[in-house]
Structures are given as structure tokens and as C-alpha cells.
């Protein structure tokens, strides 16, 4: 047996991209199904979802996807994204929400407004790439980088990052973010993310001060409130985007300093 890496199996192995792919394609249907019939997940039940044997045209799901693309399906197939119809704490405020099936305009594929049903469960490649061409790989499929496109499911994201010094120079959401794993290009938490753009004001004194306390660029520069799920939902939240310090997070550390 040919004594392969990890990590070689994860980036070049087609059989194991195809292996998870049916993994989360047969979960995501049958946890779909399950809901319809109140038997699975918190709250109201899910909208019913096309099948993959009646897949909206144009559709083919990221089984298909994987076949070409395996390490960015292996990089998908964890996160959020891939588990947005079924996250916990999404199910609890569907079950109140007055119109429940435009919950799945962001948290699921192919959602249709007008017959309330979509077609995959989570936010799947064709969500952003679009549903795929037959023309593919000869021609491109569209390229989910725009701001806008990211923006309209993270909406306060989008409203704090336009009026923020990012937004105002053009710093893209992908400039920092990975759009497979979700995560940043770079772990923020060690502070070289930011430093990559802004290695002078991370040598000055005040920051050097900081690090010396282990506090990162993130803990200021990022604060949000906690248990935000409410405001999460009806796209409110303060995510940390505008990247501005408030008074309230210095407070938080310098409480009795004037």
C-alpha cells in the first residue's frame, strides 16, 4: 500500500472528495426530508427540497463539482456554509420567523421565492458560482468574488466594510478571506494578516504594547458583542468590519485609567 500523506489524500485524491461528496449530499437530503416530516432539527420544518434525481435545471450539486475540484470541495464540505440549512441556532429563529421560506434565500441553493422551495440545503458551489454550464470547463463559471455577491447574505458585514478605510481603498472581502474554507487567508489570530498591509503601525508603540500584553490586532480591531443572534438574523449584527476601535473595547482592558 503506497504510504500516502494526509495531506496528499486530502488535495489529490478524487475518490475521497467523491467519498464525502455523497456523504453530504445523502445527510443534506435526507435531514431535508426529515424536517419536512417535523422529525429532525429544532422549529418549523424546512420548505421541501428538489431531489437530486429532480434537480432545478441547470443544477447538479457539488458531488459533481468535487469530480474536478476535490480540494475545494474538502475545504467546503466543513463549514458553515456547507451547514447553513441545518445550524442549530438558525432552525430555533425559523421556527418564529413570519416568512420562513426567505430564510433559505441565504441559507440554502437555488431557493425559489415564488414556489418556496430550493434546491439543495446549504450554501453549495452553485450558490455563488452560479448553477452549471454546460459549456464548463470550456468556459469559466462565474467567479464569486464581488463584494456585493458576499454582501447580500452578510448584509451588516457589507455596511461596515463600505464605510471603513478597507472598503474606502478597495480591499475585497477576498483579499483577507479564503472563499472555500471561510477562514482568512492568513490565521488573524497571529496578527500577520494584518500585518502583511500594515507592518509600520504594527511596530509602533502602542502596538508593541499590546503584543507584549498577547493582545492581538483582532481583539480591537475586530470586537463584536456577544450573543448577537438576533440582530445576526435580521442582518444588524456588529461583526467588527468598520475596523474601528470604540471606547468600549479600551474600556474593557483600562477601565480605571481616565
Request: charge should be negative.
Amino acid at each position: 500500500m503506497n504510504r500516502m500523506s494526509t495531506a496528499s489524500l486530502r488535495l489529490n485524491s478524487p475518490w475521497l472528495a467523491l467519498l464525502l461528496s455523497a456523504v453530504i449530499l445523502v445527510t443534506s437530503i435526507t435531514l431535508t426530508v426529515m424536517a419536512s416530516s417535523g422529525q429532525a432539527g429544532v422549529g418549523a420544518p424546512l420548505p421541501d427540497a428538489i431531489g437530486l434525481s429532480s434537480l432545478a435545471p441547470g443544477f447538479r450539486g457539488p458531488q459533481h463539482c468535487a469530480e474536478c475540484h476535490p480540494s475545494e470541495f474538502y475545504d467546503w464540505s466543513g463549514t458553515t456554509h456547507a451547514k447553513a440549512s441545518f445550524d442549530p441556532i438558525f432552525r430555533e429563529f425559523l421556527h418564529e420567523a413570519q416568512e420562513p421560506g426567505e430564510c433559505f434565500a441565504c441559507h440554502a441553493t437555488g431557493y425559489n421565492a415564488v414556489t418556496g422551495q430550493f434546491v439543495m440545503a446549504g450554501v453549495t458551489c452553485e450558490a455563488c458560482h452560479g448553477p452549471y454550464r454546460d459549456s464548463h470547463p470550456g468556459q469559466s463559471m462565474e467567479m464569486a468574488a464581488s463584494d456585493e455577491l458576499c454582501g447580500s447574505c452578510h448584509t451588516s458585514t457589507l455596511i461596515e466594510w463600505e464605510a471603513s478605510l478597507h472598503g474606502q481603498a478597495g480591499i475585497a472581502c477576498v483579499a483577507c478571506h479564503a472563499v472555500h474554507t471561510q477562514k482568512t487567508h492568513v490565521a488573524a489570530s497571529a496578527d500577520a494578516l494584518c500585518a502583511g498591509c500594515h507592518e509600520q503601525s504594527t511596530r509602533d508603540a502602542m502596538h508593541l504594547a499590546h503584543k507584549g500584553e498577547n493582545i492581538r490586532c483582532i481583539s480591537c480591531h475586530l470586537s463584536r458583542p456577544e450573543d448577537q443572534a438576533a440582530q445576526a438574523v435580521s442582518g444588524h449584527a456588529v461583526t467588527g468590519h468598520s475596523f474601528a476601535v470604540s471606547s468600549d473595547v479600551c474600556a474593557d482592558c483600562h477601565e480605571d485609567q481616565p
